[in-house]
Nanobody, 123 residues
Framework: VQLQASGGGLVQAGDSLSLSCAAS????????MGWFRQAPGKEREFVAAITWPLDITAYADSVKGRFTISRDNIKNTLYLRLNSLKPEDSAVYYCAARKSGVGTGAVVDYDFWGQGTQVTVSS
């Protein structure tokens, strides 16, 4: 499985962005999927996850109510909608896939990773 993240950019505080993660190589419709982020000098941290088959979602407290994870199994693509962005949301955002089907908040649980897309939020 190869994952390609896109959609990052430079925005102002309060703006919105939509990130995409296109999967190739095989269908990830039965995979657990997640978004993580990493700011300079910090460890990679959990943002959101989605679990097969009911697409149950989970979020970090810091983004709950502002970010929305979703997926389109026909397009084999994972999404993250970022609303009400804050400067502290600035980071490289990574998508990840887990064969087990359960999306978790642990980096070590994921089998495949995308290359990351930069999100920068100015104040």
């Amino acid at each position: 499985v190869q994952l390609q993240a896109s959609g990052g950019g430079l925005v102002q505080a309060g703006d919105s962005l939509s990130l995409s993660c296109a999967a190739s190589g095989r269908s990830v419709s039965t995979y657990g999927m997640g978004w993580f982020r990493q700011a300079p000098g910090k460890e990679r941290e959990f943002v959101a996850a989605i679990t097969w088959p009911l697409d149950i979602t989970a979020y970090a407290d810091s983004v709950k109510g502002r970010f929305t994870i979703s997926r389109d199994n026909i397009k084999n693509t994972l999404y993250l909608r970022l609303n009400s962005l804050k400067p502290e949301d600035s980071a490289v955002y990574y998508c990840a896939a887990r064969k087990s089907g359960v999306g978790t908040g642990a980096v070590v649980d994921y089998d495949f990773w995308g290359q990351g897309t930069q999100v920068t939020v100015s104040s």
